[in-house]
């Protein structure tokens, strides 16, 4: 089924090797995150909908940052797919996946990234023409091992693991051909945010992509 999505996953998955993963409560904190990634090249950021200031989020970033790439996280319906499209977002990532998740997803105009962690939702996940996944919670889920267990069986998938993903272990993952990219909330902590360190994001930011590119 041809999908006509705004951004195409593979070219998402290529915009950079790592994928930071927002919780944002404040409105007024977005744009500064936003610009601190920004300045540290980092464009595809994921907002997710864990907040109920999320939405409004995801719109402040896309009207005011042209530059950088919005989506939203955590989206597990299609309600919230449609809700996080009007925002401004240019794709979803999903924890899960169910049937109408998926469908809704290729009835939409932007790119759904289903979250899977079994070989069983996956062929569930490519039944509907989907082959970019967030692999979650990838550390409990078996991490370096099970992603790369299962390259063997669907050697055309490509996966952007999130979930207890850190420095320590960034560069395991992204040394696996099945994988693009990788989520991580730790670029933005909680306490980074609460201080208003907004330096310590970029610096953070920097570190990361160095890492992940040496």
């Known amino acids: 089924m041809t999908k006509n999505w705004q951004i195409m996953p593979q070219d998402l998955f290529a915009m950079g090797p790592i994928v930071p993963v927002l919780v944002i409560e404040d409105v007024e904190d977005a744009l500064p995150i936003a610009q601190a ?5 980092v ?12 939405l409004q989020v995801i719109e402040t970033i ?12 955590t989206v597990t319906n299609r309600e919230l797919l449609q809700a996080s ?8 990532i999903s924890p899960g996946l169910t049937k109408d998740l998926l469908k809704a ?7 759904l990234i289903p979250g899977i962690s079994s070989i069983s939702e996956l062929m569930d996940g490519i039944d509907y023409g989907y082959d970019h996944f967030k692999f979650f919670p990838a550390e409990a889920s078996g991490g370096v091992k099970a992603i790369q267990s299962i ?5 055309d998938i490509k996966f952007c693991p999130t979930g207890g993903i850190n420095v320590n272990n960034v560069k395991n993952y992204l040394a696996l051909k099945n994988v693009a990219c990788c989520g991580g909330s730790w ?3 909680d306490d980074i ?3 208003k360190d907004w330096d310590k994001i970029t610096q953070l930011a920097k570190e990361a992509i160095a890492l992940a590119q040496s």
Request: aromatic share 4%; no cysteine.
């Open 43 to 54: 464009k595809v950021l994921e907002v997710t909908l864990r907040t109920p200031s999320a």
């Open 105 to 111: 997803g290729n009835e939409g105009n932007i790119a």
């Open 37 to 41: 990634l920004l300045a540290a090249d």
């Open 151 to 155: 390259g063997g069986p669907f050697p």
């Open 187 to 189: 670029l933005v902590s």
């Open 85 to 92: 499209a009007d925002a401004g977002a240019k794709f979803a």
């Open 62 to 73: 896309a009207k005011a940052l042209p530059d950088a790439v919005v989506g939203a996280g």
């Open 193 to 195: 945010v609460k201080n």
